[in-house]
């Protein structure tokens, strides 16, 4: 039963721990497979150079009896379950502090409101909003120091008023976070380290000219490419030490601009990362797949989008395939759980109530499960859209 308890709360964490066997000395049980994965005898665990830790997992009076009968015989180190699920906290949530976002990207369903001028609620997270949320996320032991908090989802961040305070009150709480902008707006910290635990900044492009930006951002080139550079320099003056990109997207139409903006992006010391971008919304993707786009618009995505590789693609999912999005949390600007990063409100089982009634590491858990086996999840699966959203080929650099 401790066996198990600890299984499903570690294999969660797919990144820190990826959990190889189980450990017995009953000769009844060695050899046989439990959840999926081999139980082996001492000498096996011992052998295998491969185990960086064990973890015992069973009832109070017993821990440490294993602990100590462990500890005899081999040279690896050992952990009590107990105290390593108290570190435990949810490695990446991303809170949408703007729930608008100003770009015009007809192959996202927020952009594409924009494009068609839906009038949209253009309400963002103020900052004693956030810090309710925030600190109700790490009292209740649910986020950590090291949980990276993605401020960005389906908004735009930088269109936060509040931006500014909130990375500075990161910075002071010692938090790890992460920022992806389409640089319309330009936000500057003060604060001199203000970005010292942002991990991940990322400037999203549709392109590298006037042409590419008015088909797909529908902004001025020349004030986006000097918004990247101010913003850059401010991160560098301000503690940034993290990974920061330009998420160069890949159209047909765009090509010949590669090139200049890898230029770019080396001459401000950012990676260059050129992806083949998809549908942005599991809603579109799936009018896409099902057959019901309009024709125009489908016509139009097959000039724009790289397409053709994604029915091949989508019949590569292996059947036990899990999604890269499962193990992260999302919450809309209104305080609200939503499924993922990838579902939009268009979908039925978009919203899952506030985050406020979450009070525990464990309840966000059973919450995480009952939300992964919504029509829509399970949709998505039977789809393979979460193949495809985890497997899109990188764009082939030579
Ligand atoms: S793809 Fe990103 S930048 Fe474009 S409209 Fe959607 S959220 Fe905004
Ligand atoms: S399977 Fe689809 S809907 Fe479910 S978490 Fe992954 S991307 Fe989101």
């Not at 000395?25 to 439990?34: A, E, L, Q, R, T």
């Not at 924009?114 to 649910?142: P, T, W």
């Not at 269109?159 to 790890?176: G, P, R, S, W």
């Not at 939009?344 to 499960?369: C, H, N, P, T």
């Amino acid at each position: 039963m401790w066996g198990r308890k600890a299984f499903d709360i570690l294999s969660s964490y797919r990144n820190p721990y990826n959990i190889v066997a189980f450990g017995d000395n009953d000769s009844d049980k060695i050899g046989k497979v439990f959840c999926g994965k081999p139980i082996w005898d001492i000498d096996t665990l011992e052998r295998d150079k491969q185990i960086d830790l064990i973890i015992v997992a069973a009832s109070g009076v017993k821990i440490m009896e294993i602990k100590k009968q462990l500890e005899k015989l081999v040279s690896i180190p050992i952990f009590v379950y107990q105290d390593i699920r108290n570190q435990l906290f949810w490695p990446r949530i991303s809170i949408d502090i703007s729930g608008f976002c100003n770009a015009k990207c007809k192959w996202c369903v927020t952009g594409r409101k924009n494009l068609m001028q839906v009038l949209q609620d253009r309400s963002y997270m103020s900052f004693a909003e956030f810090c309710e949320i925030y600190s109700h996320l790490y009292k209740n032991g649910i986020i950590g120091k090291s949980t990276e908090i993605m401020l960005y989802s389906w908004g735009e961040p930088l269109l936060n008023k509040d931006y500014v305070q909130i990375v500075e009150f990161l910075a002071e709480q010692e938090q790890k976070f992460s920022v992806s902008t389409n640089a319309s707006t330009l936000q500057l910290v003060q604060r001199k380290d203000a970005y010292k635990n942002c991990c991940s900044f990322v400037f999203s492009m549709p392109g590298f000219s006037e042409e590419s930006y008015a088909r797909i951002h529908g902004f001025q080139f020349n004030k986006i490419r000097e918004n990247i550079v101010k913003i850059n320099d401010n991160l560098k003056e301000h503690g940034f030490v993290g990974n920061g990109s330009i998420s160069f997207h890949v159209y047909q139409f765009n090509h010949a601009e590669i090139a200049d903006a890898r230029n770019f992006s080396e001459d401000l010391g950012l990676s260059f990362d050129p992806y083949y971008p998809y549908f942005n919304g599991n809603s579109m993707m799936e009018d896409f797949l099902e057959g019901r786009m309009d024709d125009i618009a489908l016509n139009e995505a097959k000039k724009e989008l790289h397409l053709a590789h994604v029915d091949d693609l989508l019949k590569k999912r292996p059947k036990e395939y899990k999604c890269f999005l499962e193990n992260i949390i999302s919450i809309d600007c209104k305080g609200d759980l939503v499924l993922c990063c990838a579902a939009d409100s268009e979908l039925i089982d978009y919203s899952w109530g506030s985050v406020f009634q979450i009070s525990s590491f464990e309840d966000m858990k059973a919450k995480r499960e009952e939300m992964l086996q919504c029509h829509s999840c399970q949709k998505c699966r039977k789809l393979g859209m979460d193949y495809w959203l985890g497997n899109n080929p990188s764009y082939l650099r030579n």
